[in-house]
């Protein structure tokens, strides 16, 4: 996406990647402070793993995360079965996930329709949002 050649299925098995990274590592995998920053180590494929990290994990996630469509994972040969069958994911019991069988584990404690404190909090902005600039025709007139 970020060379603008389009995208196709092979986006969710990159973003499986990131989450993946996320969850173990709290957080993205490419970080910087600045969004070209970001796309440069995106486009560089280096990834950093903690010492923590699962052999296995980092295996996977590296699979998942590889910018080349013809060696991810999920777009190979196997579909989705090499993802399912990698060894970070060979106890797991996709048959009971299928059938809705797997107890949640963990259920937040939500005090009504508008209780936030399962996220973190974060500063309002002080800044006015920006209006587009748009020249010429208004883009909605026909919406």
């Excluded at 990274?21 to 793993?49: C, H, R, T, W």
């Excluded at 579909?79 to 584990?105: C, E, M, Q």
């Excluded at 937040?108 to 902005?125: E, I, K, M, Q, R």
């Amino acid at each position: 996406m970020l060379l603008n050649k389009g995208h196709n299925k092979g986006v969710d098995w990159w973003t499986l990647g990131i989450l993946n990274y996320e969850m173990l590592a709290g957080q993205p995998p490419f970080v910087d402070d600045d969004p070209m920053g970001i796309y440069q180590k995106i486009l560089s494929g280096n990834l950093v793993f903690p010492r923590y990290f699962d052999r296995s994990a980092r295996s996977l996630i590296k699979k998942l995360l590889t910018a080349d469509l013809t060696k991810r994972y999920g777009c190979l040969k196997g579909g989705a079965n090499d993802v399912k069958n990698h060894k970070w994911n060979l106890k797991f019991d996709w048959t009971s996930l299928y059938h809705r069988a797997i107890p949640a584990p963990l259920i937040p404690t939500v005090g009504g329709l508008t209780d936030t404190s399962n996220f973190d909090a974060y500063p309002d902005s002080v800044e006015e949002a920006r209006l587009p600039a748009i020249g010429g025709r208004d883009p909605f007139v026909d919406f």
